[in-house]
């Protein structure tokens, strides 16, 4: 056999051996430019993806499952991508691995697992499911409990499927067909590359285990302000940096509720708060996840679906209504 055929022979085989399956979703909609990003530089990579993503934007609704209440969509999805009357779920005309579906992050993420991979793609092995790029970042308890990003992947993981969020700084909810770009120095592309720079490390360190992550856990990755079409990047950066972080810890923040007596009405806006800084489990010299906002870092936070207290802490809060408890 030719050399050139030898090496054609081991790349084929590599690929395979290292190719896996993966569930990509979000909460901004299948059209936005961050995940379509993602999907293709993944399948670049020689990875399976099935995309499954909300037809409309769905973001803040955390785990909620909605699902559609038609067999038509009652109004048109974003971008008018597809318009109203279309089927509440369908795939591109010229790639049956990318679909929309009329629900929740959650729901889609649902759809995938027991509809759509089931029906079209033989029952194929999930081997990591993925949520994002979010457009714009979901940071510390303060977006874990209200993010449709991190809402899918929480679910992906209760049903035991590894899971990882991913959320940037680049909030601008656009079109994939009018910004979908090559532009490395663009942020949809800095995010998905960093995000399979992420997923090709854990795959390569996950070898004869099963699973890429253990059971019951995920990652919460988040990007800082970074590429050339961020205007609010504040910091001069070209690439990111992976740190270790967690959701509370300094400079964690939470929402509150500000009056405006001029127009006489309510917005929210962050705030520091005690309470989220205050470290009950895990390594609590780490920083919180809110350290991206002004630095060239990706944060990873691992988190566990198991949000049980430690029995000593149980038992002292038991402890104080222990009288009623048989």
Not at 117 to 140: A, H, K, Q, R, W
Not at 247 to 273: C, F, H, R, W
Request: aromatic fraction near 8%; hydrophobic fraction near 40%.
């Amino acid at each position: 056999m030719l050399l050139s055929n030898l090496i054609t022979v081991a790349t084929t085989l590599i690929t395979s051996a290292t190719a896996k399956n993966i569930l990509l979703t979000n909460d901004d909609g299948w059209a936005a430019t961050n995940i379509r990003a993602l999907y293709r530089d993944l399948r670049a990579e020689g990875h399976n993806v099935v995309m499954v993503a909300p037809a409309v934007q769905m973001s803040g609704n955390g785990g909620k499952i909605q699902l559609p209440q038609d067999t038509n969509l009652p109004q048109d999805a974003l971008f008018d991508y597809p318009p109203a009357g279309s089927p509440s779920w369908g795939h591109e005309v010229d790639d049956m691995n990318v679909w929309y579906f009329n629900g929740t992050p959650a729901a889609c993420v649902m759809a995938g697992l027991d509809y759509i991979i089931p029906n079209y793609f033989n029952n194929m092995t999930i081997d990591l499911v993925l949520s994002g790029p979010n457009e714009g970042d979901n940071m510390g308890e303060r977006d874990f409990v209200l993010s449709g990003t991190v809402g899918s992947i929480y679910y992906a993981i209760e049903r035991g499927y590894p899971g990882i969020a991913l959320s940037g700084a680049n909030g601008n909810n656009s079109f994939f067909k009018d910004n979908l770009s090559d532009d490395p120095t663009q942020a949809p592309n800095i995010n998905s590359r960093k995000t399979v720079e992420l997923v090709n490390a854990i795959f390569d360190k996950q070898g004869d285990n099963p699973r890429a992550l253990p059971f019951s856990t995920g990652l919460n990755v988040n990007f800082s302000p970074i590429g050339s079409d961020i205007t609010t990047a504040t910091t001069q950066c070209d690439d990111l940096t992976f740190i270790q972080t967690r959701m509370t810890g300094s400079n964690a923040q939470v929402y509150e509720i500000v009056y405006n007596s001029t127009t006489n009405l309510v917005s929210s806006t962050s705030i520091l708060s005690e309470a989220v800084e205050n470290c009950l489990a895990g390594d609590c010299s780490l920083p919180s996840d809110f350290v991206v906002t002004d630095a060239c870092y990706a944060s990873i936070t691992v988190f566990s679906i198991d949000a049980d207290v430690s029995s000593t802490l149980g038992g002292d809060i038991l402890s104080k209504f222990d009288s009623i408890i048989s």
